[in-house]
């Protein structure tokens, strides 16, 4: 089982990689600095919390994993 903190460490570090790329492509698209930050901001927030969420959830399925000795 991951702890609390090996989730939101892996989450972190996922987020810069996903949140570079997304702000990139703002950018890319509109060319405005402001909105790449801002979009970059709350995608990071919302998308940090959801990750966390999710593994936390997944670590509650049986369905999968093996036991190890």
Not at 3 to 11: A, E, I, L, N, Q
Not at 14 to 39: C, K, N, P
Not at 54 to 67: F, M, P, S, T
């Amino acid at each position: 089982m991951d702890s609390h903190t090996r989730s939101v460490t892996k989450g972190v570090t996922w987020r810069i990689v996903a949140s570079v790329t997304t702000m990139g492509l703002v950018y890319a698209f509109t060319g405005d600095l402001m909105l790449m930050a801002e979009v970059g901001v709350l995608e990071v927030l919302a998308k940090l919390t959801f990750y966390y969420m999710h593994e936390r959830a997944w670590e509650r399925v049986a369905w999968g994993k093996v036991l190890v000795r």
